[in-house]
């Protein structure tokens, strides 16, 4: 029921789900199935929490290059989660590269963030099907798939999940796939819908400007 709320963007009521089953499990007598709902309800609460914050993403991409997230500043990105052998995760990947083909120009990119067991599976894949965009990959071989750090920061447990993030660094959605990307994008893009500008601290009604006084 929580996977179902996340799903259709009901966020809140999904992390009160989760809060739910850490009540009811948190002292079974089954002790590892106790730490492994306390794991699951960790990473639905870490998940569910992403939207409307700063992200940053770290790691490592196929190539071997440490990802510079710094590039990515002003655009309008989405981390896509995903591993070869996740069915919806392949037949997702036509839809997100025709968006970004799309958007590419007026600055939508895609990071894609490979969750593989096994690291020459997708070789081939990528031998095979190449992808426009930069994947991160986990290259310690003991922390790979769901126990890569990576997906723990990201409250990863299954995939596909995709990140959305928009032109001033935060979480604008999660879940988006299918025709609910193709809205998001097009209501971003399409719409000529532009960043927000903060507004600068109004100044104090001293007449002498007191800044120069800071410690």
């Not at 990473?43 to 290059?65: D, F, Q």
């Not at 600055?107 to 969750?115: A, K």
């Not at 193709?182 to 893009?189: P, Y």
Request: hydrophobic residues 35%; glycine residues 6%.
């Amino acid at each position: 029921i929580a996977t179902r709320c996340e799903a259709t963007d009901k966020l809140d009521q999904a992390r009160e789900i989760y809060r739910k089953i850490e009540e009811q499990f948190k002292s079974h007598s089954d002790k590892q199935l106790a730490e492994t709902i306390a794991q699951v309800v960790a990473r639905g609460e870490t998940r569910t929490t992403l939207v409307g914050k700063p992200y940053e993403l770290t790691g490592v991409t196929i190539e071997g290059n440490d990802i510079d997230w710094k590039q990515y500043k002003g655009k309008v990105v989405l981390v896509d989660f995903w591993a070869t052998w996740c069915i919806p995760c392949i037949q997702e990947l036509p839809n997100v590269i025709d968006q970004y083909k799309k958007y590419h120009e007026q600055g939508f990119e895609v990071v894609g963030v490979n969750l593989d067991d096994d690291p020459t599976r997708l070789k081939r894949f990528m031998d095979e099907a190449p992808i426009p965009w930069k994947t991160v990959v986990t290259v310690n071989e003991k922390t790979r798939g769901f126990d890569a750090p990576i997906a723990a920061k990201n409250g990863i447990d299954k995939i596909p999940l995709t990140v959305l993030v928009d032109r001033e660094g935060k979480v604008r959605a999660i879940n988006l796939r299918g025709e609910e990307l193709q809205t998001s994008l097009a209501k971003i893009f399409d719409s000529g819908e532009k960043p927000s500008v903060e507004k600068p601290a109004a100044k104090s009604p001293d007449k002498k400007d007191q800044s120069r006084h800071k410690p």
